[in-house]
């Protein structure tokens, strides 16, 4: 019985994770952390008995949370765990394999949301500054960094960017986000002409070195086409050259920088939202948070009433 139990609900995941992988195109990553907490899930029907979906009620969900936070996982690895199972029910019941959705009212778990590390505007602008276009790679790592921070892309939407996702001319990116989901981005005048530069002194250079045509707009010295852990680690002795501590800086953070600063500058957050290629819209908000946390630190340090300005008389 438990191994017609097993396969019943296994043939369920398992249907999920290749719609996930095929129609929606999410990542591996995705795909692994989604397998490792349905597996969970499973295993918690399991010791209940619990056969085929038909089954499932919502004490069954709440009660695996609360498995799981007596073996000490915290909020955030539950509710991504509870996201899993959600997905999972949606589309069993999508496939007319639920009458009725299990999971609805289930609270999701609190966890205290970080707020993303920035670099301040002045930060930024050093940062691009002190890479020497003049130097071996210096019209790449600036045309990236341009892009990565002007147009507030993923590092992997970075790298992965192709030369037809280019249209600089209109000052535009075509770039292919999470799940395959394509987005169109503009970039201002700065990126385009640090690209523009790349394209026509340096890219045909690095190119030569490769017998291979690669798509990828940004290349290694070798030919081939940048990868992550390469950008990242340029990046990081970037920051040491513009006096910035190499552990404040990284992709993802110019990424947080692009969107606080466009918020901060008046743009609104759907807009933002569009940018930045979030499915949901609770994502990009925590940028609102940061933002009112720097304006209220810039009034308490240089408003003549402000916290800072009181205690120095």
Known sequence: ????????????VDGFLAHCSVE????????????RDLARFLGH??????????ELRREHLTGFLAQLEARGLGGRSRARALVAVRRWLRHAG????LARDPAEGVVSPRFEQPLPRLLRPDETEALIAAVDPSAPLGLRDRAMLEVLYGAGLR??????LPLAGLDLRRGVLRVMGKGRRERIVPVGEPATQAMGA???EERPRLARANPRAVEAVFLSRRGSAMTRQNFF???RGIARQAGIPSERVSPHVLRHAFATDLLEGGADLRAVQSMLGHADLSTTQIYTHVSR???RETVEARHPRGRRATEGR
């Open 198 to 200: 790349y394209l026509a």
């Open 293 to 295: 946390k720097r304006l």
């Open 1 to 12: 019985m438990v191994a017609e139990r097993s396969s019943d609900l296994s043939r369920a």
């Open 94 to 97: 999508v496939a007319g394999a």
């Open 155 to 160: 590092v992997s939407e970075l790298v992965e």
């Open 233 to 235: 680690i340029r990046l």
């Open 45 to 54: 029907l399991d010791a209940r008995g619990v056969k085929r979906l038909g």
């Open 24 to 35: 929606r195109g999410l990542s591996p990553r995705t795909l692994e952390a989604y397998a």
